[in-house]
């Protein structure tokens, strides 16, 4: 069965970093494209960054040139690096594989909090 656990979020001031990262298990990790996504709450779960298999990024607009993701392989994790934090980034996070629609188990996901 897929496992997904987040971690990483915390509370940080306007302007922070925080490194998020992922631990999957129960799929070949390394032949799945990964995603962050976020979500705030009464809003849809929106993907942030993807990474495929072959290591090829992607960043959402809204998070360019601030966010990046990766991969380790051999430990089965994704990792999203999250520089000059904005207020309007706060939400929970969650990876999941890349469609979503892969797989439909969510981990809990990890909150990060952007606040003066």
């Known amino acids: 069965q897929v496992q997904l656990v987040e971690s990483g979020g915390a509370l940080v001031q306007p302007g922070g970093s925080l490194r998020l990262s992922c631990a999957a298990s129960?799929?070949?990790?390394?032949?799945?494209?990964m995603g962050w996504y976020r979500q705030v709450s009464g809003k849809q779960r929106e993907l942030v960054a993807s990474?495929?298999?072959?290591?090829?990024?992607n960043v959402a607009d809204s998070v360019k040139d601030r966010f990046a993701i990766s991969r380790n392989n051999a430990k089965n994790a994704v990792y999203l690096q999250m520089n000059r934090l904005k207020p309007e980034d706060t939400a929970v996070y969650y990876c999941?594989?890349?469609?979503?629609?892969?797989?439909?188990?969510w981990g809990q996901g990890t909150q990060v909090t952007v606040s003066s």
């Open positions: 129960g799929f070949i990790f390394s032949t799945k494209s």
């Open positions: 999941n594989q890349v469609p979503s629609t892969l797989n439909p188990n």
């Open positions: 990474v495929s298999s072959g290591g090829g990024t």
